[in-house]
């Protein structure tokens, strides 16, 4: 038994969702103390800060994030070095310019966005965004090598060293956002000076940027980088569209927990995706396109069975969750806003449901060098929330109907994505389930095999 705990323990797959997990119960726990730590209009800005930093984040980093996953999976000569390399300089270049548009934006029209909430971000972001470029550097690159367990230390420092900030603030301290926020750039600080020390932001190897490299990252990232950004805005939209409404910032904050829920829904998938995208690129390089259907229908199969499960849970148990993450002021409906939290969570678990089939499209189609249809998948999807989004907040005015946007979206995103890329690997459908039904058929095998092994030794030791 111990054995096969090792090998789990040790497995790609493994190491992924643990890193994932990792920051979840960081994010979730932090979530909820900063929740009960401020007043819900005062929380509603700490929402807007998070969104826009991921958001700016998506832009910042997709331009060459997905493309340095795909391209060091094949690779392992110089080739390998000069990709880290602009990947390392493309980075820096897209941090100075988008600090200097936020920080003259601010310059220029300071009293309407501090009226709107945003002061947060526009003021501390590009200090944010430069101090934590060596750790994202470092983190894209080790998905590459597929090195998980060096992902989650660095996990680990960042995320665990901010929650016990937010301890200590909750605890002692009642510090104000700003210094918040402070505390978090200086952990950003010390974390990324360990990977600069270690040499795994790869910074060292820009003087070995090609213009061949750094072309080849930019025209995939051209469309990945789009494609990024609007699956953030996705996620983030109903947070702005919410914010410029009459709803104002406390129905920001309160639409905030029930998206929280949905991430953590989300944990298993990103940590499989993660695993999922270098081998798919790696096979799809190498020209084993049956391999790559092979994982699709697998990851899809498997992840949509699991979310069957933790969907009827989290429906179950929807009132439970909201109290334990907001606490009492987001239990039951809300006298401010007159909405019910734990009622859109229960619209939300329909909506996880979608999620494993739409990400692993998408996936696929960067996987087989196709991101411009993955581009043209999420800008449809888009589109589609804003219109949905702003249907149901100026018409309907209901936080309940922005959710149900989401089912919509993400339904037509499932179709799309899928459409697009059986036109590259020639697809069927009802494989997914199969698939699916056929990896945990494997793996309890695996597991009762082995047990069935050690009892067997077992028995044979006793005998003498």
Known sequence: MRNLVKKIVREDNFLSLAGNLAIAFFAFAGFALLARSFAMEEFGKWVLFTASFAFIEMFRLGITNTAIVRYLSGLSSEERYQFIGSNALIGLIATFFISSILLTCYYFFSEPIRRAGYELFFIWYPLMALVN??????????????????????????????????????????????????????????????????????????????RKSSGTLLDFGKYTTFTLIGTNLLRSTDAFIISLSPLGTAAVALYSIPMRLTELQQIPLRSFAATAFPKMSKE???????????????????????????????????????????????????????????????????????????????????????????????????????????????????????????????????????????????????????HGISFYRSLIRKIKDHLIKRKGQSETVNKF
């Open 284 to 434: 799809s390089m190498n020209g084993k396109i049956s391999e790559v259907k092979e994982l699709f229908y697998t990851y899809s199969g498997a992840m949509t069975i699991l979310f069957v499960f933790i969907s009827i849970f989290v429906f179950i148990f929807a009132d439970l969750f909201v109290l334990i993450l907001g606490g009492k002021q987001y239990a039951g409906l809300d006298p401010v806003t007159g909405f019910n939290a734990a009622t859109i969570v229960r619209i939300f678990t329909i909506y996880g449901l979608l999620l494993p089939i739409d990400r692993m499209t998408g996936i696929g189609l960067d996987s087989v060098n196709r991101p411009d249809k993955n581009f043209i998948k999420v800008l449809y999807m888009v589109i589609a929330n804003i219109i949905g989004d702003l249907i149901a907040i100026f018409v309907f005015k209901s936080l309940s109907m922005v959710a149900v946007t989401s089912i919509l979206f993400t339904s037509l995103g499932v179709w799309i994505g899928f459409h697009l890329l059986n036109k590259e690997l020639d697809l069927e459908f009802f494989q997914i389930n199969r």
């Open 133 to 210: 470029l060596p750790i994202n550097n470092a983190i894209v690159v080790m998905q590459s090598d597929q090195h998980f367990g060096k992902i989650l230390l660095l996990r680990i420092l960042e995320s665990g060293s901010f929650f016990l900030i937010v301890i200590i603030n909750f605890l002692f301290m009642k510090m104000t956002l700003t210094q918040i926020v402070l505390s978090w750039i200086i952990i950003d600080l010390f974390v990324s000076g360990y990977c600069f020390l270690n040499g795994w932001d790869g910074m060292k190897f820009i003087v070995k940027a090609t």
